[in-house]
């Protein structure tokens, strides 16, 4: 909950300093934290307006998003509750 709350501390400050947020989100653990948190901390801070973020996904096994060891294939997963 602290790392999502940071993330979005963060990107509400970015977003009215410059008007976007730039995040890179590795695999692993961090995906299933962040699809667990994100979502209540994104609540509780709407000056971070997710619409307004880049994302990348850092994905150092350079493999399809629909393979298995996928990082965008696992948020895609996550994010969409299946």
Aim: charged letters at 20%; one cysteine or more; proline letters at 7%.
């Amino acid at each position: 909950a602290a790392l999502a709350r940071l993330v979005t501390e963060a990107a509400a400050e970015a977003v009215a300093r410059s008007g976007r947020f730039t995040l890179g989100l590795s695999g692993g653990s961090l995906v299933t934290l962040l699809a667990r948190e994100l979502p209540a901390a994104l609540r509780a801070a709407p000056g971070a307006q997710p619409e307004r973020w880049l994302v990348a996904f850092c994905d150092e096994r350079l493999v399809p998003p629909e393979h298995p060891d996928s990082t965008v294939g696992a948020y895609r997963v996550r994010g969409t509750g299946g």
